[in-house]
C-alpha cells in the first residue's frame, strides 16, 4: 500500500532518515505496481571526490592499483573543477547486494530521482537481464575484487611496482580481446577463487610442463603430426579470448603473472554484458524512475517544486540533439533507451493499424509493464533496435540512413521513411550496436610449434575496414611481450579468404 500522508520532504535538505523513507516509498511503486524484481539494495553517501575516484577505476568500489586510474582522476578532477564537466549523480554496481553510490551534494529530491533510477531501474535490469545472469556472478564479484586487490598488492611487495604494471599495462590493451563471447559450459563462480588459486596454479604448470617441454621434430610433408594435433588440442585452438589463451598456454609467464592475467580477464568479461545492453539498461532506468517519480508526485508524496526539479533533470537526460547541432556527439542511450520503452507502452495499450500490423504479437495487449520486463530479460542492444524500433518512432526521431563509400565520390541515401526504408534503417541502426561489428574479431588461429613458437593470429576483416596501424603496432608489442616470443597477425577478407595485411611484433627481453 501506497503510503499518501504527505510530502516525503520538504526543501532541498535530507538526512539518513529521508533516504530510507525514500527508499521505502520507491519499492512500494516498484514492486506492486510495475512488478520489478531486484537485488538487495545497499545505498552509501559519497563526496564529489569520491565520485571522482570511483570515475577513475572505471566505477568499482574495489580495485587494485594502476597509473592509468591516476591519470583519469586527474583529467576529471581538471575538467570538474574548472566547470567543463559534470558529475554523474549516482553510480551502481552489479553486486548482490547492489550498491548505489549517491552524491551527498545532491538535493533531496535529486536523491529521489537517483534511487529510483539506479537502485529498482538498473538493480532490476542486472538480476533479470539473460546477458548479466549469462556472465556474471553477482555475488562473488566484491569478495573477487577484494581478493584481486590484495594478490596485486602482495606482488608489488614481492616482485615490484614495475614489474607488476608491466603486466598490467599488457593486460589492459589486451582487454577487449579477453572475453568470452559466446557462453562457456560453466557458470563463473567468482567467491571461490582464492581457494582455488594454488590448485589452479599446481594444475595449469603440470600442463605447461607437458607442453613446452621439448621442441618437436619437424614432421615428414605430407604427413600428419599427432604430437601437433594434441598440442594444438592442448592449446584450445582456434581461440577468441586472446587473455585467456596466454594465461593458459604462454611459455615465459610466470604463476603470478598468468594470475594477473585471469583477474583482467574476469574483469574484462564483468563489463562485457554492459557494453551490449547500453540502451537498454539506461532505457529501463530512465522509463522506472519516470514511472516512479510521476507516481510519488500523483500520490502526493513529493510536492510540485519537487517534480518540477525532477523533470528539468529527466529532460536534460534525454535531451538528444540533432545532426546539424554542435553540441551532437552521436545517439544518446538515454534518450533512445527512453523513448523505445515509452512507445511500446504505447503500442501495448493504445495501437495504431501501423503499429498492429508491424508488431502483431504485443499491440493492443494491454500489459505494457508485462511486456516490457520480457524485453528487459531476453534481449539485448542490437537485438532489441531490430525488433523493436517502430516506423512512428523513426518518424519521430528523423532517422535516416546515409552510406559514405570511400570509393564514390558522392553520399548515397540508402533508406527514406517508406516500408522498405523503414526496415533497412532499423537494420543498419540495430548494426551499430552490435558488437560483432563495433569489435575487430580477432583469434589465435596457431603456433609453429615446429619451428620458432611464433604465435599466428587473424583479424577476420567485416565491410572492408581495416585495423589503425599505429594501434594494432602497439597492441601487438604488449601480445607479444605476453606470449615471450614473435607475434604474427594476418588482415583476412571474410569475403574472400585474402590477406590484406600483415602485422608482425617480436618480445622484448626486457620485459621479463
Not at 535530507?14 to 516509498?25: L, N, P, Q, S
Not at 578532477?77 to 549517491?102: K, Q, T, W
Not at 604427413?223 to 581461440?239: M, N, S, T
Amino acid at each position: 500500500m501506497i503510503s499518501t500522508n504527505g510530502p516525503l520532504f520538504t526543501g532541498n535538505d535530507w538526512d539518513f532518515d529521508t533516504i530510507r523513507r525514500i527508499h521505502d516509498a520507491c519499492e512500494a511503486i516498484a514492486g506492486p505496481e510495475l512488478g520489478l524484481s531486484w537485488y538487495p539494495n545497499q545505498i552509501e553517501i559519497i563526496t564529489a571526490e569520491q565520485m571522482l575516484d570511483a570515475y577513475a577505476s572505471i566505477g568499482m568500489p574495489l580495485f587494485y592499483k594502476h597509473w592509468s586510474f591516476g591519470k583519469h582522476f586527474a583529467q576529471h578532477e581538471a575538467g570538474y573543477r574548472r566547470g567543463l564537466m559534470g558529475l554523474a549523480y549516482e553510480i551502481v554496481i552489479n553486486s548482490d547486494p547492489c550498491i548505489s553510490y549517491i552524491m551527498e551534494e545532491n538535493t533531496a529530491t535529486m536523491q529521489t530521482l537517483v534511487i529510483a533510477h539506479a537502485a529498482f531501474g538498473h538493480n532490476h535490469f542486472f538480476k533479470n537481464n539473460y546477458l548479466f545472469r549469462q556472465w556474471t556472478d553477482a555475488e562473488g564479484i566484491l569478495d573477487y575484487l577484494e581478493f584481486a586487490k590484495t594478490f596485486i598488492s602482495r606482488c608489488e611487495e614481492r616482485y615490484g611496482h614495475n614489474a607488476v604494471e608491466a603486466v598490467l599495462d599488457a593486460a589492459h590493451a589486451l582487454m577487449n580481446q579477453g572475453v568470452h563471447r559466446y557462453p562457456r559450459k560453466k557458470r563463473p563462480d567468482l567467491s571461490s577463487e582464492q581457494r582455488r588459486e594454488r590448485e589452479r596454479q599446481e594444475h595449469q604448470e603440470r600442463m605447461y610442463n607437458d607442453l613446452w617441454r621439448t621442441l618437436p621434430a619437424k614432421a615428414q610433408a605430407g604427413k600428419p603430426d599427432p604430437q601437433a594435433e594434441r598440442r594444438r588440442a592442448l592449446l584450445e585452438l582456434p581461440q577468441e579470448n586472446i587473455l585467456y589463451f596466454l594465461e593458459k598456454a604462454a611459455p615465459r609467464l610466470q604463476p603470478w603473472q598468468r594470475e594477473i592475467l585471469r583477474i583482467v580477464r574476469h574483469v574484462a568479461q564483468y563489463f562485457y554484458p554492459q557494453r551490449q545492453t547500453k540502451v537498454m539498461n539506461e532505457g529501463c532506468a530512465t522509463y522506472n524512475h519516470y514511472r516512479i517519480m510521476t507516481r510519488l508526485s500523483e500520490t502526493g508524496q513529493i510536492n510540485e517544486a519537487a517534480y518540477l526539479e525532477f523533470l528539468q533533470s529527466h529532460t536534460n537526460v534525454i535531451r538528444q540533439p540533432t545532426y546539424d547541432d554542435r553540441h551532437y556527439g552521436g545517439h544518446n542511450p538515454y534518450a533512445i533507451g527512453f523513448a523505445m520503452m515509452t512507445d511500446i507502452a504505447r503500442i501495448c495499450t493504445e495501437p495504431t493499424e501501423e503499429d498492429r500490423a508491424w508488431f502483431p504479437d504485443i499491440a493492443g495487449s494491454g500489459d505494457a509493464m508485462g511486456v516490457l520486463r520480457d524485453v528487459w530479460a531476453n534481449y539485448r542492444d542490437e537485438s532489441f533496435i531490430a525488433q523493436f524500433l517502430s516506423p512512428r518512432l523513426m518518424r519521430q526521431l528523423r532517422l535516416f540512413h546515409v552510406t559514405d563509400d570511400p570509393d564514390k565520390p558522392e553520399l548515397r541515401v540508402e533508406a527514406i521513411h517508406d516500408e522498405r526504408g523503414y526496415r533497412r534503417l532499423r537494420r543498419a541502426f540495430a548494426r551499430q550496436y552490435d558488437v560483432a561489428w563495433l569489435d575487430p574479431d580477432i583469434e589465435v588461429i596457431d603456433v609453429d610449434l615446429e619451428g620458432d613458437r611464433k604465435l599466428i593470429l587473424h583479424h577476420k576483416v567485416l565491410n572492408r575496414v581495416l585495423l589503425n596501424k599505429d594501434d594494432a603496432a602497439r597492441v601487438l608489442q604488449h601480445l607479444a611481450d605476453l606470449w615471450g616470443y614473435d607475434v604474427l597477425m594476418k588482415e583476412v577478407d571474410t569475403a574472400t579468404g585474402t590477406v590484406l595485411k600483415e602485422h608482425t611484433a617480436s618480445a622484448r627481453p626486457t620485459f621479463f
